[in-house]
């Protein structure tokens, strides 16, 4: 059975930061792309940022350089480390691994960036 598990989520005030973990099992971990994504109220959720099984990262945008992911693969975890936090950054955030067929999704973390 596979399941992922986001930790560290919560209230934040602007120009925080705030570490996400993703706790992974079920699942052969280091052959797999990881993701985090994130849905605002009212809007699609959307790629914040992935990291191949290789370590490649790609980032959205709009967290270019504020926010960064890492793999750990002896421990089956992932992280996003978020620095210079804005309110529109506020979403539930959901860890993702993907290697086809499968593609597995976390739970969500709330995460609220406001003053």
């Known amino acids: 059975q596979v399941q992922l598990v986001e930790s560290g989520g919560g209230l934040v005030q602007p120009g925080g930061s705030l570490r996400l973990s993703c706790a992974a099992s079920?699942?052969?971990?280091?052959?797999?792309?990881m993701g985090w994504y994130r849905q605002a109220p009212g809007k699609q959720r959307e790629l914040v940022a992935r990291?191949?099984?290789?370590?490649?990262?790609n980032y959205a945008a709009s967290v270019k350089g504020r926010f960064t992911i890492s793999r750990e693969n002896a421990k089956k975890m992932i992280y996003l480390q978020m620095n210079n936090l804005k309110p529109e950054d506020t979403a539930v955030y959901y860890c993702?691994?993907?290697?086809?067929?499968?593609?597995?999704w976390g739970q969500g973390t709330q995460v609220t960036v406001s003053s």
């Open positions: 993702n691994g993907a290697r086809s067929p499968g593609n597995y």
């Open positions: 079920g699942i052969t971990f280091s052959i797999y792309a």
């Open positions: 990291i191949t099984s290789g370590g490649i990262t």
